[in-house]
């Protein structure tokens, strides 16, 4: 359960006397459980229906407390089962309407045509070209360049999984820094060797002869990803003398 700010006026991070929250204080609300997740990705979520914050007559955004838990329902489902936003829209609407919505997953028929069905274990959403580049933000040639840099790449069939969306709204986050596409490269080389090492333990269970040991794989891949984002993040904090909110 997300973790939303009680009581008082501080700066930033504390909810106004209504409940509600600034844009930058859901983001320090979820970065505990997100520690990915950005201005963007939140603003690309409500651009894309999932949310609907209130607005302030000078614009600003004002979340209420539903409004942030349901931010972590979404990011928790995208995390956790790979779903589409249309099908996570799709199935918290129902949820709100008091329906009975079994959460499903993406699935695929045999004729290539996505399909939704209830299954045992996740499969990972995709999305195409033309998709990333409206949820970036982006131009083909930037995204040509990114590829070109290891930062985003096609699948077999030249679709996306959904993670590159988090990758491409990262790279456009940084970007407003003056950090350029070339810059990330040793960030995607050092990406690389830290997904190797996660391999190597876990590729015994992989191979294990008893499918619960191998099921048993994926979860201890996602245990130590996080635990190998959380020692970079501190190692980067560190080598920069500062500690992030």
Do not use: C
């Not at 004002?62 to 838990?69: G, H, I, L, T, W």
């Not at 099921?215 to 500690?243: D, F, M, S």
């Amino acid at each position: 359960m997300l973790r939303t700010p009680s009581g008082g006026a501080g700066h930033g991070t504390a909810a106004t006397d209504s409940g509600l929250m600034s844009i930058g204080a859901v983001l320090n609300t979820l970065r505990d459980e997100f520690p990915e997740v950005t201005i963007s990705k939140i603003r690309f979520l409500e651009s894309e229906g999932l949310i609907e914050p209130q607005r302030t007559p000078s614009g600003y955004r004002k979340f209420s407390p539903a409004d942030v838990e349901r931010l972590g329902q979404v990011l928790r489902m995208q995390r956790d089962h790979y779903l589409p936003l249309k099908v996570i829209r799709e199935h918290l609407d129902a949820i709100a309407r008091g329906e009975a919505a079994p959460l499903p997953v993406v699935g695929r028929q045999r004729d290539g045509e996505a399909a939704l069905e209830v299954a045992e274990g996740p499969t990972a959403a995709r999305i195409a070209r033309g998709e990333l580049l409206a949820a970036a933000g982006i131009e083909d040639r930037e995204l040509s360049e990114w590829e070109s840099y290891g930062l985003v790449t096609p699948l077999a069939d030249g679709v996306y999984d959904a993670e590159a969306v988090t990758v491409a709204a990262l790279v456009v986050e940084l970007g407003r820094f003056g950090i350029e596409p070339r810059h990330l490269r040793a960030m995607k080389a050092a990406a690389d060797r830290e997904a190797g090492l996660v391999d190597q333990v876990v590729a015994p269970l992989k191979r294990h002869r008893n499918p619960q040991t191998r099921a048993h794989a994926e979860a201890r891949t996602k245990e130590l990803a996080a635990l190998t984002v959380r020692l970079h993040g501190a190692l980067v904090q560190t080598a920069l003398g500062v500690r992030l909110p």
